[in-house]
């Protein structure tokens, strides 16, 4: 299986259905009211955590996901049904960026992030039935559905993670810690994604992650090392085998310097983690004296090992479990913002003059109300109007300097600005874009 642990994915929530403009026509009834239904509700799209994935190559293969649109209002007061919803399994573990913001850390097995809220169904004219209005000529399109570009990393979620340079033993040790068969040879780099397993010491388990190994230079690219190094972010505790005949003519003492300033360059947290220092294969003639020029400087926090004959192997688990005890879990990140207030709608806008006599409306809730103008309908234009000029819209373009005949673009819409009283309100299609007239009645 190929090790994916980073995807960027696009995501697009269902479209709502359209409100439906009717009236209740029946034998010997005139004025039998308005009947038109509300449109359904777009489909969202989620993420949920699941345990028995470990990558995300799916998503690699198929970065585009949408849900389904909600059905159209009919008349006889039927309602339009919700689109479908759509849910992504990822493995736990998974963070989600927006913007280059955090807002998500999926870290609990069933635990679910809505991705792209589907869009809200348009009123149908039953909905603006009122005392004053009791026949509206008036509905409305249905929502568009939120779209959202997303990267998706995977930081694996493990108590222990094994760090050193290439051949130093680390996938041994897994293998003889724990029920994983990772694959072990003599030569750099055997590793070439990351490898979890169970350890279970005194009817005491947790989860050990063996990465591939560290060179200089890791934190910047060189290796394998910044692509890996995100999966011992989470980790409580950090193991740093030793190969006493050093590596590529670098003596050990100085290689843990090495090792110790990438995981700093990388991530301050992942440097300040507490961390034993193991030097592995004791079972080679030069182990004990590695061992004893390595106790001299760092004194008790050095212990010797051999993954291969399990020497000392049963004392460095019982420290780890001990360490393991002050800590209350793998760590999860905080996420900074929230999925309610992502998914907010604000009335809040902004007006940018785009020059050429051309200006930019935004706003979630401007755009959205643009996207669900049915422009054929003179009564649905007039209640747009009065919107815009309810929320500040209007006085707003009026302090920008905007003129009669200048472009105001709203999402996918383009309107032509007047500040004389519209007796004929009449909608056109123009490059692709909807002209009408908006100002005073």
Known sequence: MNFIDKVKVYAAGGDGGDGCL????????????PNGADGGRGGDVWFEAVARLTTLMDLHFRPHI??????????????????????????????????????????????????????RGGRG???????????????????????????LELK???????????????????????????KIANYPFTTLSPNLGVAYHKNISFVVADIPGLI???????????KFLRHVERTRVLIHLVD???????????????????????????????????????????????????????????????????????ELLDRVIAELAKHDGPVHFEEK??????????????????????????????ERASAMLDVSLPEAISRYQHTLKRIGVERAFKKAGIKTGDKVRCGDFEFEWSD??????????????????????
């Open 156 to 182: 694996l979620l493990a108590d222990v993670g094994l760090v050193g340079f290439p051949n130093a033993g680390k996938s041994s040790f897994l293998a003889r810690v724990t029920s994983a068969r990772p």
């Open 66 to 119: 949408s849900a389904g649109r909600g059905s159209h209002g009919k008349g006889g007061h039927k309602m339009g049904e919700q689109g479908g919803e759509v849910v992504i399994p990822v493995p736990v573990g998974t963070i989600v960026y927006r913007d280059g913001v955090l807002v998500a850390d999926l870290h609990k097995d069933g635990q679910r992030w809505r991705a792209a809220e589907g869009g």
């Open 22 to 33: 009717s009236f209740k026509h029946e034998k010997y009834m005139e004025w039998g009211g």
């Open 216 to 226: 200089e230079g890791a934190s910047e690219g060189k290796g394998l090392g910044q």
């Open 125 to 151: 004219n039953y909905s603006f039935k009122t005392r004053m209005n009791t026949a509206p000529r008036l509905a409305e399109k249905g929502g568009p559905g939120e779209k959202a570009t997303l990267i």
């Open 420 to 441: 004389a009283p519209l007796k004929r309100l009449k909608a056109k299609r123009a490059d692709g874009r909807t002209r009408i007239g908006i100002g005073k009645k």
């Open 337 to 366: 913002t929230s999925d309610e207030t992502l998914h907010k709608v604000e009335q809040g806008f902004t007006i940018e003059n785009m020059g050429g006599g051309v200006y930019a409306l935004r706003g979630r809730f401007v």
């Open 244 to 314: 006493p005949a050093g590596y590529m003519g670098e003596e050990p003492l100085a290689g843990v310097k090495t090792i110790d300033r990438e995981l700093k360059r990388f991530n301050l947290k992942l440097a300040s983690k507490q961390k034993f220092l193991v030097i592995n294969k004791m079972d080679l003639p030069e182990g004990a004296e590695v061992l004893k020029k390595f106790k001299k400087k760092y004194r008790a926090k050095v212990l010797g090992i051999s993954a291969a004959t399990g020497e000392g192997v049963s």
